[in-house]
């Protein structure tokens, strides 16, 4: 294989948090790509740590919103080629329950964050609209 047949793929971490009276935790992107859209809460994974990890670090820096890493049920990966404009990433998704007025406030590089009523969903950045969808189906499966 030349040098030419690799890529370079990096590795985040999302999570969809509802609450037990649908909604889902929304944050605006303070940063491009998609500055000013709504997203939910993620980001890379830093070296040694688990995506696990990575989600639970992510939603404490970004929405103020703490959980231990084992409150977090994996979702699934998204390894689309094209789902990040700058470039190939893989992401694992996870998922939260919290109760209603769960606080939140914004951090790191989120503007805003809020919760959505799952049935008014504004337009979200990436694939973040399938992660939601895939989240209500597993847990209408339990």
């Known amino acids: 294989m030349s040098a030419e047949t690799f890529e370079t793929i990096r590795y985040t971490a999302d999570t969809v948090v509802t609450t037990t009276d649908g909604r889902v935790l929304l944050i605006e992107r303070g940063w491009d790509p998609h500055k000013g859209k709504w997203a939910l809460p993620g980001g890379h994974v830093d070296p040694g740590e688990t995506s696990r990890a990575a989600a639970a670090r992510e939603l404490a820096e970004e929405a103020g919103l703490y959980a231990t890493e084992a409150e977090l049920d994996q979702v699934g990966v998204y390894d689309a080629p094209d789902r990040d404009p700058r470039g190939r990433y893989v992401t694992v998704a996870y998922h939260l329950l919290v109760i209603p007025g769960t606080p939140i406030t914004a951090g790191d590089d989120a503007v805003r964050a809020e919760w959505w009523p799952l049935d008014a969903l504004?337009?979200?950045?990436?694939?973040?609209?399938?992660?939601?969808?895939?989240?209500?189906?597993?847990?209408?499966a339990v």
Do not use: C, E, N
Not at 122 to 140: M, N, W, Y
């Open 122 to 140: 504004p337009p979200l950045a990436f694939d973040h609209s399938q992660i939601v969808a895939d989240t209500l189906a597993a847990a209408d």
